[in-house]
């Protein structure tokens, strides 16, 4: 506070008009100036400072790599209806040829209708254990899910359909997901089980098949359900199905593959390979026929040769031994539109 004081001089004489002005002039002075921090209430003003901030804040930022990821997504689903239709219009013209020409293209889609398991001559009982889902990338969850597919398609296309499985969907996870996008996957025939395979069957009549085990799978019992591991890790987890197996006192078993056929690279097989073998194995063939037409010709597999015999080993590309699956290949190379049960999309 700054206090104004004036004193007449010594000897001097003042008006009373001069009294009065100074009087004025202290009463003023005493007067405390009040503060700029004063004439706004503090919580006022903090809200004020809150609100600045949330407003001038910028909004986060995607990185190029996820900008591009966005857009690539929404240039494939404008184009997915239009491919769609492509393929089924191509399906058409190649029925139709195949139809002049008197090729055949495997069964039809009326005979697809009827051609359900509970009505199978099939003892094969499969499931496919899915209770994998976190240990899987977004991109193996997509391939892992595109092998069901392929199981569910080379299983409705058989003359002889196996009992169908898949256990240990987690609901709304990551495979539930990517199965969501198949409109229709809900009416597959297939037995959809949303809690772990042990909750549904017994100890005794569960045989995990896995490459690490040290039994031999020699024949297809029709009181056994066989699991089959839907991991795709790119043998990450070495071992893993194995391991679960026999913390749950399962029994568990591996495909006699070393037994009828050498190969030029490990014998781990993936979830489809595994299921149209046995497939295959269900409706009569051998197990050297039915490792040699499913296995990718990559493996560079050859039949053992005989030790009784002496005949020479062919090949999974040999002719003689691939003429009849060279057919199967035409009827199961199954366009996408095919994928989904044409009883649900018609």
């Not at 910028?58 to 239709?85: C, G, I």
């Not at 990551?174 to 297939?190: A, S």
């Not at 037994?259 to 030029?264: G, L």
Request: hydrophobic residues 30%; proline residues 4%; charged residues 35%.
């Amino acid at each position: 506070m700054t206090c104004f004081t004036m004193t007449a001089k010594k000897g001097s004489k003042m008006t009373t008009a001069e009294n009065k002005q100074i009087l004025s002039m202290e009463e003023e002075s005493s007067l405390e100036i009040p503060k700029q921090e004063d004439e706004i209430p503090s919580h006022i003003s903090d809200a004020i400072k809150v609100e600045d901030n949330t407003t001038t804040e910028d909004p986060p930022t995607l990185s190029k790599r996820q900008l591009k990821k966005l857009k690539k997504k929404a240039q494939w689903e404008e184009k997915k209806k239009e491919k769609r239709q492509k393929e089924r219009e191509k399906c058409k013209l190649k029925r139709l040829t195949a139809k002049i020409e008197g090729t055949p293209l495997g069964p039809s889609r009326k005979e697809l209708k009827r051609n359900k398991a509970n009505k199978s001559p099939s003892d094969l009982k499969v499931a496919i254990d899915l209770d994998y889902d976190d240990l899987m990338i977004d991109k193996d969850v997509a391939k892992c899910v595109k092998q069901l597919l392929r199981i569910y398609t080379v299983n409705r296309r058989s003359r002889m359909p196996a009992n169908l499985h898949f256990t240990g969907i987690k609901l709304d996870g990551r495979i539930h997901e990517v199965l969501k996008k198949n409109d229709g996957y809900e009416h597959w025939d297939v037995q959809w089980v949303y809690q772990s395979y042990s909750e549904n069957f017994t100890n005794d009549e569960i045989v995990y098949l896995t490459s690490d085990s040290d039994e031999i799978l020699k024949e297809i019992d029709p009181t056994k359900i066989y699991i089959i591991g839907g991991l795709v890790d790119h043998n990450h987890h070495k071992g893993l199905c194995y391991d679960r197996a026999k913390k749950l006192s399962l029994k568990t078993a591996r495909l006699p593959l070393t037994e009828h056929v050498d190969m030029k690279t490990r014998t781990v097989l993936s979830t489809y390979h595994v299921f149209e073998i046995l497939l295959r194995l269900s409706e009569g063939k051998s197990w050297a026929e039915a490792i040699l037409e499913t296995i990718p010709v990559r493996k560079g597999a050859k039949l053992k040769e005989s030790k009784e015999t002496g005949v020479p080993a062919m090949s999974n590309g040999d002719i003689d031994i691939k003429e009849e699956s060279l057919q199967n290949d035409v009827s199961n190379s199954t366009p996408i539109e095919d994928l989904i049960p044409q009883d649900i999309t018609e």
